[in-house]
């Protein structure tokens, strides 16, 4: 019998083993991966005795071509009354209106954590010596930042006001004709969001967080998102967790907490992966970071999303990738990173078998390099197959 998913009393979720879950098919190859990933869905819950009552919802061109709308009302009002949802790409409107449905939906439910794990699955080609030692988890603000959208154009009446003022109140030389953005940082945006990585770190028994900041240059933005991770650290986690000034880079057995600039971690994680683990950090930041890390482990074709407030109960995993529009239909494209954000939610709902299971069956179908063509082109004695194929091949293998 099909059952929302709630939360308890006591702040956790209660997951049906029937839950009706929300889903977005996705523009351009969301027409080929979505059927694939449901699929292996299915097909791993079976396994376990369970299932998903999918419940699909409107959003981006399909929505547009039947409502007349990019992100139909009924669309928020879904996730927000079933907690989970998850979905394919979609794209961004040009011209007016809303900027970026992905981060409408992320700021219109706040889903504060963008989760994003990156780790090497075998046999999968990289252009790094080491693949196997990238496995981190990174947990990217996802509300504020320059993503808050908090712009004016150059030349608008809007624009010269607000230069007049910050020259005049704020001695700040700015020059005529610029565009002018603004960057929040919150004491309250950043805690929650380092929050919820050292949870995150204390409970997977992971070693480190690292808070990643451009805080040398910005130091009341980025700079105060370093600050507050590390007297958040002090005042709530201290039997757990400890900074690195206040240990000396030895923690015994608690996770340790420290930070990097953001430019010098980008070359870091090339040179020295294995010494990150958790990462914390602002929203830009984490969008350029996620997108890297995952080149180094094969690309954004198979890199998974989440996005989760962990006070209310709600997430959308996602897709990363973009829309691909050329493809679609053609049963061609690699169906993963949908797949590998059905893990992650499901390893969200506590279904943790199932999860298992789909990475090892995913594993086993790349280690036979059996691979869409996106890995085909890159691995000798490959056995290209399609979109649709790939996923019957996981299945196989459960």
């Not at 098919?25 to 819950?45: Q, R």
């Not at 080149?295 to 997430?315: D, K």
């Not at 494209?333 to 797949?339: E, L, R």
């Not at 086993?364 to 790939?390: N, P």
Request: charged fraction near 25%; hydrophobic fraction near 40%; aromatic fraction near 8%.
């Amino acid at each position: 019998m099909p059952e929302k998913i709630t939360m308890s009393a006591e702040g956790r979720l209660v997951v049906p083993d029937e839950p009706i879950i929300p889903f977005i098919e996705g523009d351009g190859t969301g027409v080929d991966i979505w059927p694939a990933a449901k699929l292996v869905f299915d097909a791993a819950a079976a396994k376990h005795n369970k299932r998903v009552a999918w419940k699909e919802v409107l959003a981006g061109e399909k929505a547009y071509k039947e409502t007349g709308n990019w992100l139909p009302e009924e669309t928020v009002d879904a996730f927000k009354e079933y907690l989970i949802g998850i979905k394919g790409p979609l794209t961004t409107p040009v011209g007016g209106g809303i900027r970026s449905l992905n981060v409408a939906l992320r700021q219109l439910l706040d889903l504060y954590v963008c989760l994003r794990p990156v780790r090497w699955f075998k046999g999968v080609p990289s252009p790094v010596r080491h693949p196997e030692l990238v496995d981190m988890v990174i947990f990217r603000e996802n509300t504020e930042d320059v993503y808050a959208g908090l712009e004016v154009q150059s030349g608008t009446p809007e624009a010269v006001r607000l230069i007049e003022y910050l020259r005049d109140q704020m001695g700040w030389k700015i020059k005529d004709g610029s565009g002018i953005g603004i960057k929040p940082i919150s004491e309250e945006g950043s805690k929650r969001l380092i929050r919820a990585a050292i949870k995150y770190a204390v409970s997977h028994g992971r070693k480190s967080v690292t808070l990643v900041h451009k805080g040398n240059i910005q130091k009341f933005t980025e700079g105060a998102f370093r600050n507050w991770g590390y007297e958040l650290t002090r005042e709530e986690f201290s039997d757990v967790a400890v900074g690195w000034d206040d240990c000396g880079g030895e923690p015994g057995d608690r996770v340790l907490v420290k930070d990097a600039i953001a430019d010098i971690t980008f070359q870091q994680v090339l040179t020295r992966p294995a010494e990150f683990d958790v990462v914390a950090t602002t929203n830009l930041n984490g969008d350029y970071l996620s997108d890297a890390l995952a080149a180094q482990v094969g690309g954004i074709g198979i890199a998974p999303g989440g996005n989760i407030n962990y006070v209310t109960g709600h997430g959308v995993f996602e897709a990363t990738h973009g829309t691909a529009p050329k493809y679609a239909g053609q049963d061609k494209v690699n169906p993963g990173s949908v797949i590998l954000s059905g893990v992650l939610m499901f390893e969200h709902l506590g279904w943790e078998e199932v999860a298992a299971d789909i990475v090892r069956a995913l594993e086993a179908t790349i280690a036979e390099k059996i691979v869409t063509y996106d890995f085909a082109r890159l691995m000798e004695g490959a056995k290209e197959v399609k979109c649709s194929e790939f996923a019957q091949a996981i299945v196989d293998r459960l």
